[in-house]
């Protein structure tokens, strides 16, 4: 009885059974579904970044968010879903960031505001008493 080196006996063997593990990797990739929720809650949080007054007081941090929204945008339009959710979790995180920082900046204004406010009557109450 001859010995044989493995599937080099069986040709179509070792071809079947590469087919199949190819074929059963192909059926397991997983279809990805459109990130349309993140890009809702993207698109919100831009818009609510802009009535924060974000282009005033974060227009740097603003315009990345908007600048990853379009990326968001175009990776949907060529079906790169994965791209598309990464860009548009990212532009959630800096229009949020920007909203924040709106936030402070006006709270930072009106705090200057008071300030002034004290300071002026402090200067009144000082000259109406000599």
């Known amino acids: 009885m001859k010995k044989t080196d493995g599937f080099k006996s069986y040709p179509m063997l070792s071809v079947a059974v590469a087919v199949a593990i190819f074929m059963t990797g192909c059926a397991s990739a997983p279809t990805i579904p459109a990130p349309t929720e993140q890009m809702a809650l993207s698109h919100a949080a831009i818009n609510s970044a802009n009535s924060a007054g974000g282009s005033e007081y974060a227009p740097v ?56 406010s004290d300071r002026v009557l402090h200067k009144e109450l000082d000259r109406s008493a000599k």
Do not use: C, I
């Open 61 to 116: 941090q603003l315009k990345s968010a908007m600048d990853k929204m379009d990326g968001a945008e175009r990776a949907m339009g060529t079906k790169n879903y994965d791209l598309a959710r990464q860009l548009a979790e990212e532009a959630q995180v800096d229009a949020q960031l920007a909203a924040a920082a709106a936030r402070a900046g006006k709270a930072q204004k009106a705090a200057d505001a008071l300030r002034e």
